[in-house]
């Protein structure tokens, strides 16, 4: 038997500042590498593999597609090709991220019995007709909301399991302050978020909210940082041009992508989510684990997350009164939200933690190939 377990990685976009390809780069990074050796099926280039490979995973390059059977002698070429990459690259488990349409790749790992896992991180239906269904022996959701919010769960009762998106909280809270880069005085109140400049993001909202509460002070000021998504170019303008209005006094600033996230964190005062849906939120937990008391809307995943009062303040209706008055609410304690945001922070441990992700998965990847659970120090 070879050293190590090989776990084959699909997931087909290359882009890296979204929540799916961060949550499996940090999946990637909780693994015990004396035992499993990851791997991913790359089809192209972008920053994705770039940080795959800093994290040393191994590249293997092919292309994953979906299958038709109203053309049976072409897609079982396509699976028989797939089956001869994976013997060659020496697969033990697939690991799929998302639930597909009868991919070739999940087919062919099928016919070889390799174990396949599906992972679902946005509300899907189980179609009757895709047989990945039947080709997955653990499909994997990234909240509970998800896993309720998908059509036809009962078409796969039996092998489905939450598994929490996990995030490195020590590196998150190591950030140091950039303030003045991001052109904030001592005496600014910087209230941030993370997010692409979508309409589903709620960065329309963020606007209005801020909107309402420069009109009360003007020691505020409000930090996108996020690119805009491709499709959604003209609500980005229309974002900027709410922005640079007069009365907001150019007191709402779009930062585009960033790399500094920990830094950029740590230069907020308060940590503002107003979006309209969230299969999880993985920029909740980040935020949290940079100690920043969090606002967020009570949607999708969010209420998974900050769970009590206590740790954070959840938002409903989705509206800019609404959130204006929780970021008051929080900015009218004595500590602004410093306890808030330590108590968030210490929430974390054993819910969305690296090392609690790590073993979780271990116990899976063992399940799936019907192994015994490792010892602990055992090579």
């Not at 940079?290 to 969010?302: E, H, N």
């Not at 008055?325 to 602004?336: K, S």
Request: proline fraction near 5%.
């Amino acid at each position: 038997m070879r050293d190590k377990i090989r776990i084959l990685y699909y997931y087909p976009h290359l882009q890296f500042d979204t929540g799916s390809p961060k949550a499996m780069a940090n999946l990637i990074e909780s693994l015990d590498r004396a035992i499993f050796q990851p791997v991913y099926c790359a089809g192209g280039n972008g920053p994705l593999l770039e940080a795959l490979v800093a994290r040393g995973v191994e590249i293997v390059r092919g292309q994953a597609d979906g299958v038709t059977f109203r053309r049976p002698l072409a897609a079982l070429a396509a699976i028989r090709r797939q089956a001869g990459l994976l013997k060659s690259w020496k697969i033990d488990v697939l690991h799929a991220h998302a639930l597909f349409w009868n991919t070739d790749l999940i087919l062919a790992a099928w016919t070889l019995r390799i174990p396949v896992i599906l992972h679902v991180h946005n509300p899907e239906a189980v179609a009757l007709q895709n047989l990945n269904r039947l080709a997955a022996r653990k499909v994997l959701f990234c909240s509970r909301n998800v896993m309720e919010n998908c059509g036809h769960l009962e078409r796969i009762a039996g092998k489905t399991e939450v598994l929490y998106n996990a995030i490195d909280a020590n590196a998150m809270g190591r950030g140091s302050s950039i303030r003045a880069t991001l052109g904030l005085t001592d005496t600014d109140i910087a209230i941030g978020t993370v997010a692409q400049v979508v309409q589903r993001k709620g960065i329309d909202i963020l606007i209005e909210t801020a909107r309402i509460l420069l009109r009360e002070r003007s020691d505020l000021a409000f930090l996108v940082a996020g690119p805009t998504s491709h499709g959604e170019e003209d609500f980005g303008c229309r974002m900027r041009a709410a922005a640079a209005e007069p009365d907001l006094r150019g007191r709402i600033r779009f930062l585009g992508s960033r790399s500094d996230i920990p830094d950029f964190l740590a230069s907020l005062d308060l940590f503002l989510l107003p979006t309209r849906a969230e299969p999880f939120g993985i920029v909740v937990v980040e935020a949290m684990a940079a100690g920043l008391p969090v606002i967020a809307s009570t949607v999708g995943g969010i209420p998974e997350i900050l769970s009590s009062p206590e740790i954070g303040r959840l938002v409903d209706p989705l509206t800019p009164e609404a959130f204006a008055g929780a970021v008051r609410e929080i900015l009218a304690l004595p500590d602004r939200g410093r306890s808030i945001g330590a108590k968030g922070r210490l929430s974390l441990t054993g819910r969305f933690d690296i090392a609690i992700a790590g073993e979780r998965l271990k116990k899976i990847y063992l399940d799936v190939l019907r192994r015994p659970p490792v010892r602990a120090g055992a090579n």
